[in-house]
């Protein structure tokens, strides 16, 4: 049976993650940017180790948020993937719960937001599931020129998977 446990990342996962990233999205990053978010951002920074691999792992960073009348703090997933070998099994909605869950309660974030690709239909049915909204368009967000939705949630994210997340 698959055995799935998701945690925060330590140091030594990084390299693995980055690796992910490569295999599994075309936006990747420089070294350092990984490092500067897992400092920055330890309690959402986490890793799905499934047979002591890394199956899966998800970054967020905490923005400021100003209007009128006061500032808040929104949770910005920055990357999200898992490897294809481990897909359909629950861990990318377990990944997006366990984050957005700690977004709150460590980070005081009261809501969630992400970009994703306009024709990543995988994700944005998964986001869909977990009660995003598509709140808008940014045209040609991406390098290769395709626009992204920005899409947004408000805690508590449900977890409407089978049986209990990872
Ligand atoms: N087609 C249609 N719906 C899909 C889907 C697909 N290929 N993959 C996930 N979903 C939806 C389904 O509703 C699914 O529930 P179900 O399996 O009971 O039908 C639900 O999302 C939960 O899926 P889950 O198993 O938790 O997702 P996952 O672990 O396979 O991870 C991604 C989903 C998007 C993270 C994964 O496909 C991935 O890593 N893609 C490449 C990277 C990427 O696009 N990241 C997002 C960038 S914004």
Redesign the pocket.
Known sequence: MLSVKIREADPSDVEDVMMLNRL??PENYPAQFFYEIYSQFPKTFLVAKANGVVA?YIMLRMEKAYSILKVSTRAHVI????HPS?????????LLVHASERAYKEYGAQEVY????VT????I??YK?LGFEIKGVNKRYYSDGEDAYVMEAAFPLLYT??GQPF
């Open positions: 599994t999205l899966g990357s999200v993937a898992v481990y897909r359909r099994q629950g861990i990318g909605m377990a992400l970009e994703v690709r990543n239909a995988p994700a049915s998964l599931k998977g089978q």
